[in-house]
């Protein structure tokens, strides 16, 4: 099945920098690559994410980007502030047989934004 | 207000005894699923559904059941064979096919007293 890799597992920056996260994924088939914001107590929210064909998908401060060929993903985050600070997951979809897929997780980043 | 529901918030849980988590979603969707969340370890995959009536196992099922009886509902019981089952656990559901996301519900912390 697919494995899913994700660094680091904290991350400090000062506020206005940027940050970046990093996975890496073993299935070839892996076609759909999301990203996922925790607060503290909190669900999972879909902040950003992008397909196989595609190799950079920006949305205001937030940008992903993909290497197929390397099997990797990123999140870059800039212009960090406060409301940043949580804990981020990246996922690969596993196509399923009937059409469905499933998400295999890393194991999340801890970003702290700090003053 | 279209979304999916977990509950209870908190659930506590004797020693020996199973307790079962309840999962509504209100979006219409095929799929569902059920993750565990441990520090440091990321969500685990427990079981999944892409259709009423059938579920598979996901990566950690020992110790755990589920039933698909309506679209809406994906009820998870907690054996009493799951040997850790202190953790987070979250519900999602999503549109079937493979480049969908998941929307989560807000999970249900279970805790072995």
């Known amino acids: 099945g697919e494995n899913v890799e994700q660094h680091p597992s904290t991350l400090s920056v000062q506020e206005g920098d940027s940050a970046v996260i990093k996975c890496t994924y073993s299935d070839s088939a892996s076609n759909y690559f999301p990203w996922y914001k925790q607060e503290l107590g ?3 929210q879909l902040i950003i994410d992008i397909r196989s064909n595609v190799g950079e998908k ?3 401060r937030i940008a992903v980007t993909l290497n197929k060929t390397a099997k990797h993903f990123s ?20 196509p399923l047989t009937g ?9 999340g980043t801890q970003l702290k934004v700090e003053l | 207000d279209g979304g999916i529901t977990q509950s209870p918030k908190y659930l506590f849980r004797k ?9 509504e979603q209100n979006l219409n969707h095929d799929a569902m699923y059920w993750y565990r969340q441990d520090p440091g370890q990321g969500l685990r995959l427990i079981y999944y559904s892409q259709i009423v009536n059938d579920f598979q ?13 309506k679209k809406e509902s994906f009820p998870l019981t907690v054996t009493s064979a799951q040997k850790n089952p202190t953790a987070f656990y ?12 998941y929307t989560f519900g807000s999970g249900t912390r279970l805790t072995v007293v």
């Open chain 2, 90 to 101: 979250l519900c999602a559901s999503s549109i079937r096919g493979s480049n969908y996301g």
């Open chain 1, 75 to 94: 999140l870059h985050i800039t212009e960090t502030q406060p409301e940043d600070s949580a804990v981020y997951f990246c996922a690969a979809s596993d």
């Open chain 1, 99 to 107: 059409g469905g897929n499933k998400l295999t997780f890393g194991t």
């Open chain 1, 58 to 60: 920006k949305d205001q």
């Open chain 2, 15 to 23: 020693e020996g005894q199973n307790v079962t988590l309840s999962c």
């Open chain 2, 57 to 69: 196992k996901g990566d950690i099922a020992e110790g755990y059941s589920v039933s698909r009886e």
């Open chain 1, 42 to 44: 909190k669900r999972p």
